[in-house]
C-alpha cells in the first residue's frame, strides 16, 4: 500500500513567524507531488504541482520543494498571516489518481 | 463553469436508503475525480472518468457504491443501501487532462455532506 505522510499533524505560530513542514512519498514510479489548501467547508485550493527533482514553486510568501531521490517535499510559508490558516495536504500521483497525506493543520494566531 | 459544482451541499438517509450525488466539472474538463473524506482530513481516492469512461476504479467499493458520468449532464455518484460508514464527505474534482507522465491540476468541488442515521 503506497504511503504518503505529513508532519507535523498540526502547528501553532504566532503572526510573522516563517514555518515548514513535510511530505514523505515512495520514490520510486514517481510522476508528481500536488499540494493543496484546505479550509473546512471549502474546497481545496491548489497550490503547487511539482514534477522535478530538485523543483523549487514559489506562490507569494509560500514556496515548496522537491527531493524525488529520497521521497519527500518542504512547504515553507514566510511570515505567517493569520489568514494562512488552514490544512495542507500533499498528495502523490499514481496512475488514474492522486494519494493524499493526512495533512498538517496550521494555526496562526494574531 | 468556472468552478466544480456539486449537489446537495448536505444530504442525509437513513441506513438502508439510496443516496445520489452529483458533480459538474469545470467545462471543457475531460477528467473528473471522486474522493471520501471520511477522518478528518484523510481523502480517500474512489473512482476517475475520462469523459463518460472510467479511468480508474481502483478505489471503489465493489458493493453498493456506482457511479457514472454521461453526457450533457452530471456525473453521479450512488450509494445503494447507505450504511453509517458511509457518513464523510464526497469530493469531486475535475482536470483538463490526466495524462501519467505529465501533470496537470485537479480542481476541486466544495464537497457533499452525507450523514448516514
Known amino acids: 500500500i503506497l504511503n504518503v505522510e505529513q508532519s507535523p499533524q498540526s ?9 515548514n513542514f513535510t511530505c514523505s512519498f515512495p520514490s520510486s514510479n514517481f510522476y508528481a507531488l500536488h499540494w493543496y489548501r484546505w479550509e473546512t467547508a471549502k474546497s481545496p485550493e491548489a497550490l503547487f504541482v511539482m514534477t522535478l527533482n530538485g523543483d523549487e514553486k514559489k506562490k507569494g510568501r509560500i514556496s515548496a520543494t522537491l527531493n524525488t531521490k529520497e521521497g519527500y517535499s518542504y512547504l515553507y510559508i514566510k511570515g505567517s498571516q493569520p489568514e494562512d490558516s488552514a490544512t495542507y495536504l500533499c498528495a502523490f500521483q499514481e496512475g488514474g489518481k492522486l494519494i493524499f497525506g493526512q495533512g498538517t493543520e496550521l494555526s496562526v494566531k494574531p | 463553469g468556472e468552478e466544480v459544482a456539486q449537489t446537495p451541499k448536505h444530504l442525509v438517509r437513513g441506513e438502508g436508503q439510496k443516496a445520489k450525488l452529483y458533480c459538474a466539472p469545470i467545462k471543457g474538463h475531460s477528467y473528473v475525480f471522486w474522493y471520501q473524506q471520511v477522518l478528518k482530513n484523510e481523502f480517500k481516492f474512489l473512482i476517475s472518468f475520462q469523459n463518460e469512461n472510467v479511468f480508474d ?4 467499493p465493489k458493493e453498493r457504491f456506482s457511479a457514472k458520468c454521461l453526457p ?3 456525473c453521479s455518484l450512488e450509494i445503494q443501501a447507505t450504511k453509517l460508514e458511509d457518513s464523510a ?3 469531486c474534482a475535475s482536470s483538463l487532462q490526466w495524462v501519467r507522465d505529465s501533470t496537470y491540476e485537479q480542481y ?3 464537497g457533499t455532506r452525507l450523514t448516514v442515521t
Open chain 1, 11 to 19: 502547528l501553532h505560530v504566532q503572526e510573522g513567524d516563517s514555518t
Open chain 2, 57 to 60: 476504479e481502483t478505489g471503489m
Open chain 2, 72 to 74: 450533457n449532464s452530471p
Open chain 2, 89 to 91: 464527505v464526497y469530493f
Open chain 2, 108 to 110: 476541486f468541488g466544495p
